[in-house]
């Protein structure tokens, strides 16, 4: 028999402030070091990148007294958003962690991405994990709570091989565990972007943190009005449509290439591409969060584009700190999974058995901003070489298109081409010798 999990949206503990970043207050991103009701924890942040987990938890008034990233622009804006000792390698740190209520590890996820390499937990980048696990087998200095984050996107590769192996690492050192998968847009902010939270401890009980909150998706439907985020770098198999939002952003293509999802406007028929400064809003930072980065020679200037779309939004950091500030309410009704069977979006378990919840990717429901009205700065045309590229394969793709969607597609590449040819026109000019 199924059971459902609590649905509990209404109760104060689940209320949260504040998360999403527009100029009002009600969608600020707020300056210093706000105090939630509960206890303020202690915490190390390992693969911290410009700080999103690091960000939340500060938010909700937890203290961070170590971070951990390698990447050198990434450590410029750690340097000047928080004042943490950083380390630059987790593999030369010592044989155990510092003392701390909690470490947080959003470790790398190159290999478990629908979008990367997908070579699964084993993969070079993502096997970084099993130096957090190697370091918490010295239990003396072990923290109260470990919180893990990744993508959606583990639970299928290789059969759910990563997150059996996270698990068995796990209960092997004694956690009990819980996870679920989050939605960005369940703070008010349009972007699309699920992970998967995996919260443990060899004290406490992670279940109340994780499934206590149960807001419910709501997913707004088309409308002329409405700006639509997608994928110009796919366009085959897939789109990554997003109604009033963007896809979720990433890093960049497998070479470097700052790839920003793309908007497309029914309005005017405008197709175009978010500003950096408006991307870092979208993940919950201050516009030119990641500014400091240039500060370094070796950074380029696309490089801001990976530190964004590699962090973790901060709301929902800092939800999961509110909600590790004062953990409540009973364990959630579930049911006990088969070894073997598919991984579901939010599940618990310790000493070998697994348990699925009924929870959605919402905890919460916050009033979602319109796209249209969320972006604070001025967006550029998508070029013609992305445009037509794109254009090309999704017309022999056979996906489902909004009406009037790629006849605007094909307009913005004709734009662009003559555009082109103008600017070609001129540059050509100018370089013809002066009449005697």
């Known amino acids: ?25 009600r969608y600020g991103i707020v300056r210093g070091m706000p105090r939630g009701k509960g206890e303020s924890l202690s915490t190390i942040g390992l693969f911290a990148g410009i700080g999103g987990i690091e960000r939340g938890l500060e938010l909700a008034g937890h203290r961070n007294e170590l971070l951990c990233e390698i990447d050198v622009g990434a450590r410029k804006v750690l340097e000047h958003h928080f004042e943490a000792k950083i380390e630059r390698d987790i ?79 796990l209960e092997n050192l004694g956690f009990m565990w819980a996870y679920r998968i989050v939605d960005a847009r369940a703070f008010g902010i349009p972007q699309r972007r699920k992970r998967v939270l995996l919260l443990a401890s060899r004290t406490e009980d992670p279940r109340p943190v994780l499934f206590r909150c149960e807001g419910g998706e709501n997913v707004p439907a088309f409308s002329p009005d409405r700006l639509c985020g997608f994928y110009w770098t796919e366009g085959l198999r897939g789109l990554g449509w997003a109604v009033d939002a963007v896809p979720t952003l990433k890093g960049g293509s497998t070479i470097g290439i700052p790839s920003p999802p793309a908007i497309w406007d029914p309005l005017d028929g405008s197709i175009s591409t978010p500003d950096i400064r408006d991307a870092e809003r979208l993940q ?10 240039l500060t370094d020679a070796e950074v380029r200037r696309g490089h801001r584009w990976k530190l964004v779309g590699n962090a973790v939004s901060v709301s929902v950091a800092r939800w999961i700190g509110d909600r590790l500030a004062s953990p409540s309410g009973d364990p959630p009704a579930s049911v006990a999974l088969d070894r073997g069977v598919a991984w579901p979006s939010a599940a618990w378990g310790h000493q070998g058995k697994v348990y699925s919840v009924d929870a959605s990717t919402w905890p919460v429901k916050e009033p979602a901003i319109a796209l249209r009205e969320f972006l604070r700065f001025p967006r550029s045309p998508l070029s013609h070489r992305a445009a037509a590229g794109f254009l090309s394969r999704a017309k022999v793709s056979g996906l489902h298109f909004e009406d009037g969607f790629l006849k605007d597609v094909s307009r913005h590449v004709d734009r662009m081409a003559r555009s082109l040819s103008t600017a070609h026109a001129i540059e050509v000019g100018e370089e013809q010798p002066a009449c005697a």
Request: glycine share 8%; with cysteine.
């Open 1 to 25: 028999m199924h059971h459902r999990a609590l649905r509990l949206s209404g109760s104060v503990d689940c209320q949260i402030r504040a998360y999403a970043a527009n100029a009002t207050p």
């Open 91 to 169: 593999r030369r740190m010592g044989a155990a962690f510092p003392k701390v209520d909690l470490i947080a590890a959003g470790f790398p996820c190159q290999d478990l991405s629908q979008a990367g390499a997908t070579a699964g937990i084993t993969g070079r980048q993502s096997r970084l994990v099993g130096e957090v696990f190697k370091r918490l087998r010295h239990k003396k200095n072990g923290p109260r709570w470990l919180l893990l984050e990744n993508v959606p996107f583990m639970l299928q590769l290789e059969r759910g091989r990563a997150m059996r192996y996270l698990v068995n690492e």
């Open 284 to 293: 919950g930072f201050n516009a030119d969060w990641t500014s400091p980065a």
